[in-house]
């Protein structure tokens, strides 16, 4: 996979690009889903922040709440039952959450923009793919049919769809799964946003599609320095393209660092089970590592640390007490820059 190279030359920003500061800044985010059987906490008190060119990636299982907290981001939570109770979401400096819809809209597509997991399904299967892409330039700079179409076709060729302008009249159907992918990379690109929230970018791709657009979402974001936000539940997905990572569990973040030191040590028994997980090739013949149990439901969650009733390092205090997320040191006390672990015993789990 392509390595963003953070030495190469960055592109003059753009307008409105001289912000001094994160890009987006989520601070202490809650959502919950009120339900028939109760109120589901799908997000408890998240912060993260992403600036220009930079590269978060959200790790987590099914159920973590990485995709919840990128749809309250983008304001398309469905509402009700969902509902944001607590918490900013500051993009620019401007909280988008006291935003009226009218702004926020304005926001949508042009300065954030998101790529689905699902590109058949996010895909209108009754209208070509040239029109949908065009809808972007029609709707936010008032195009003409015929300049959009124009515009559709530059996109296709700039994600390396083959002879663009032939198949730009063609049905989502008709192009394979790694085409479709690359059609909704082009349309988060359309306006040229500032950032974008790739939510599972190659799921139910095979390997070799999966590099190539992982490859393609890197060398976007190095010429349009734009920040990027990888939602995924694939370790090996991220260990060549993100700048740091966010391990989500039952709702919160639970371990942040930059990536390869995450890699190296991790500091929370969940993100060392992960990685534990991944089938290794000098590991051939061995019993491949499992994290026991399941994710909790949301709407019981086990009181103090979420991941005690599976964590093989769980203690009374576990039980009782939801831990913080704490600057995580070395063992003379100095600093490790952008490290944090939300376990009683990240000590014992770094440096045992």
């Not at 076709?153 to 085409?179: C, T």
């Not at 657009?213 to 974001?221: I, K």
């Not at 929370?268 to 439901?297: C, F, M, V, W």
């Amino acid at each position: 996979m392509t390595t963003i190279d953070k030495t190469a030359s960055v592109p003059a920003p753009r307008d409105g690009a001289t912000f001094d500061g994160p890009l987006l800044d989520v601070r202490d985010l809650h959502v919950e889903f009120r339900t028939r059987e109760g109120v589901a906490k799908a997000v408890n008190g998240v912060s993260y922040s992403v600036k220009a060119g930079e590269t978060l990636a959200v790790l987590g299982e099914s159920g973590s709440g990485k995709s919840v907290t990128a749809q309250a981001i983008m304001g398309i939570l469905d509402t009700p039952p969902g509902f944001v109770t607590k918490g900013e979401i500051v993009f620019r400096g401007q909280d988008m959450l006291k935003m009226s819809d009218e702004e926020h809209r304005k926001v949508r597509g042009s300065k954030i923009a998101m790529i689905f997991q699902d590109a058949l399904s996010s895909l209108n299967p009754v209208l070509s793919v040239g029109y949908q892409l065009g809808e972007m330039f029609r709707v936010h700079q008032g195009l003409s049919k015929k300049e959009a179409k124009v515009k559709a076709i530059e996109l296709m060729d700039r994600v390396k769809i083959p002879a663009a302008a032939a198949r730009v009249n063609d049905y989502p159907h008709q192009f394979s799964g790694g085409m479709r992918q690359r059609i909704m990379i082009a349309m988060a690109l359309a306006l040229e946003p500032d950032l974008i929230i790739a939510d599972e970018p190659t799921t139910a791709l095979d390997v070799t599609v999966q590099a190539q657009v992982m490859d393609l979402l890197a060398e976007l974001q190095r010429e349009y320095n734009m920040g990027l936000i990888l939602i995924t539940h694939d370790l090996g997905v991220v260990a060549d393209v993100a700048d740091k990572i966010a391990v989500m569990y039952a709702g919160r973040i639970v371990e942040q660092a930059p990536v390869h030191e995450l890699y190296k040590r991790p500091a929370h028994p969940y993100t060392k089970g992960l990685l534990e997980s991944i089938p290794r090739l000098d590991q051939k013949g061995q019993e491949l590592y499992a994290i026991k149990g399941l994710p909790p439901n949301l709407l019981k969650i086990p009181s103090g640390c979420a991941f005690n009733p599976r964590c093989p390092k769980a203690d009374d205090v576990c039980r009782t007490d939801i831990p913080a997320l704490v600057p995580v040191t070395e063992q003379d006390g100095t600093d490790l820059p952008g490290r944090g672990s939300a376990c009683h015993f990240w000590k014992e789990t770094i440096h045992g």
